[in-house]
């Protein structure tokens, strides 16, 4: 089958453990997903499947949202509840620091991701370096919290909902959150309920789409493209993109466009002076 599916990822499941499950269920090897949650976390998925896998680097699943809680008062090894505890500390008096802190950490930032991350560092996973008690020093990184909300506190725990570009990691924004307002920070529970245009009042359980595989899939990828210009071109056209050829069209440039023919996804094209040129067709 060729289209996205939008995927409860389970608690104490790794994003491999939902693909190798979902190849069981399609009987199908080509499959892959956008953005890894950790095993603690749970939330939106997005999985692609069949020809659709080649359209991850196209989607618009760079801006996300978080339901995060934390627990005051501990640090540790891997910055959540699953790693060793280094450090304990008062909880304040004064939890307006919390929103004082918050207020400098919304918009463009730089985050030093966790050491317990899968970056990689000189060709080796940061987290198997730290595993091995190997010191993993890696730089800032710019990120950008387009809003982060302290949804509610009750000592020891507080809640946050965020709202960020990729490349972000909630388990150093709450650390770095907590150091601002001088309070020991550690995630104690992670669910992502939005990236781009999926959301997780829309997702499927595991469970849903074993009962159901073919009903999970969505094959209308307007939505999957929205984030590139779409650009509609005749049927009688359609033959010649799909063999490659170089078509004329009156559409101005563009680096990357959605091809479409109707309501028929034919592929990527840029768009050069009057001529389409195919990049990936989709027969």
């Not at 979902?22 to 949650?37: A, M, W």
């Not at 939330?43 to 618009?60: C, D, K, N, S, W």
């Not at 109707?262 to 768009?271: E, H, K, V, Y």
């Amino acid at each position: 089958m060729d289209g996205v599916i939008n995927v409860v990822k389970p608690k104490g499941w790794t994003s491999f453990d939902v693909i190798a499950k979902l190849r069981k269920i399609y009987h199908q090897k080509k499959i892959g997903h956008g953005g890894t949650l950790d095993p603690m976390a749970s939330g939106v998925l997005p999985v692609f499947l069949g020809r659709a896998a080649r359209l991850i680097e196209y989607a618009p699943i760079h801006r996300k949202t978080y339901e995060a809680e934390f627990t005051m008062g501990i640090a540790t090894d891997t910055e959540d509840m699953t790693g060793r505890v280094l450090e304990k500390g008062p909880i304040p008096e004064d939890l307006s620091v919390f929103e004082k802190a918050a207020e400098t950490m919304r918009g463009p930032i730089m985050q030093v991701p966790s050491a317990y991350s899968a970056l990689k560092v000189h060709g080796e996973r940061a987290y198997k370096l730290a595993r091995e008690g190997k010191k993993v020093d890696l730089p800032p990184r710019p990120v950008t919290i387009y809003e982060l909300t302290i949804e509610d506190i009750q000592p020891p725990l507080i809640h946050l909902s965020v709202t960020c570009s990729a490349g972000t990691y909630i388990r150093a924004l709450g650390r770095d959150l907590g150091k601002k307002a001088g309070c020991l920070l550690t995630m104690s529970a992670l669910t992502r309920t939005e990236m781009g245009p999926f959301s997780l009042k829309d997702a499927c359980t595991l469970e849903e789409i074993e009962k159901d595989p073919a009903g999970a899939v969505i094959e209308d990828l307007h939505p999957i493209l929205s984030a590139l210009d779409q650009v509609d071109i005749p049927e009688e056209q359609a033959t010649g993109f799909l063999q490659g050829k170089r078509l004329r069209t009156k559409e101005g440039d563009r680096e990357r466009a959605a091809i479409f023919s109707g309501s028929r996804f034919l592929g990527i094209a840029s768009i050069e002076k009057g001529i389409i040129h195919p990049k990936k067709v989709f027969s």
